[in-house]
């Protein structure tokens, strides 16, 4: 089996079980990384080469939890799906997971932040992301028809886990969508509100990305951060002004609480103004 016949039956299996485009690129990714490191014909690849990879990655020492889990699920699905071998999960584990809290900026932080963007287009991007909760690929793909001002909402369309939602739309997101429109007129076949050079047709992750590190650099902020980290200040600032943690959940797209709830454990919340029984003492 060649590399392109492997990729070829590796779009089949994806499409079949539908996930997402994303995920196969993911795996394809990690997939030819694996294949490049090892030094033995594709079909005689076994567990033991997945375990001394797995130890590769580990011993590297620059790659995330996350990420080693991410390689563990691509390299599986290739030895087990396609080249059919039969794998042992006990001896081929996920790491344990991680429990970190994401860097999250401060209102005032925020505020500094879109203080310095000079571009109608960017700035409309970024209101949006914190505005609503978004993730760089939902602000990606957003359509026109996704826009629904009279009842203040943005349709969110087939997002992490191939679902749909609904979540806010803030008045200072649709004036800055608004601007934007009446500066660049759009225009994109498929309807997105910002067309890109991407096959699909819609801006770029990396763009924005560019774009985001490009504005930081601009400010005195010492809490680092990227694109998702306004998500996370949707989520903190939300939860701060008394939102409640199940409507937070369900804006953000997450299929269980315990995703949505590290946010109890960033947010400045009345939890936080509990009394310590070490006042009560008389020291």
């Known amino acids: 089996m060649t590399k392109d016949e492997i990729f070829e039956k590796l779009q089949t299996e994806v499409t079949i079980r539908g996930l997402s485009p994303g995920t196969y690129y993911t795996y394809k990714r990690a997939i030819d990384l694996f294949l490049n490191w090892t030094n033995k014909p594709y079909e005689e690849l076994e567990e033991i080469d997945f375990r001394n990879y797995l130890l590769f990655l580990i011993n590297r020492g620059d790659l995330t939890t996350a990420t080693i889990n991410m390689y563990n699920a691509a390299i599986r699905f290739f030895l087990q799906v396609i080249l059919e071998k039969d794998i042992n999960y006990r001896r081929t584990a996920r790491l344990r997971k991680e429990y970190k809290l994401p860097p999250v900026w401060n209102i005032e932080e925020v505020a500094k932040f879109f203080s310095v963007i000079d571009n109608i287009r960017d700035r409309a991007i970024f209101i949006n992301i914190y505005g609503s909760g978004l993730r760089i690929s939902e602000i990606c793909t957003l359509r026109v028809q996704d826009v629904d001002s009279k009842n203040m909402r943005l349709m969110i369309r087939q997002s992490k886990g191939r679902k749909d939602r609904y979540t806010i739309l803030s008045q200072s997101g649709l004036d800055a969508l608004r601007d934007y429109w009446k500066r660049y007129r759009p ?20 763009g924005i990305e560019i774009a985001f590190r490009k504005y930081l650099s601009r400010t005195d902020i010492a809490t680092p951060g990227t694109v998702h980290t306004l998500r996370h200040c949707f989520a903190t600032h939300a939860l701060e002004a008394g939102t409640d943690i199940l409507y937070i959940k369900e804006l953000l797209g997450h299929s269980c609480f315990e995703t949505t709830n590290v946010y109890l454990h960033i947010a400045n919340t009345k939890v936080f103004k509990t009394s310590s029984p070490a006042d009560s003492l008389t020291l």
Do not use: R
């Open 187 to 206: 225009s994109s076949p498929e309807g997105y509100l910002f067309p890109g050079n991407t096959k699909e047709g819609h801006l770029g992750k990396s």
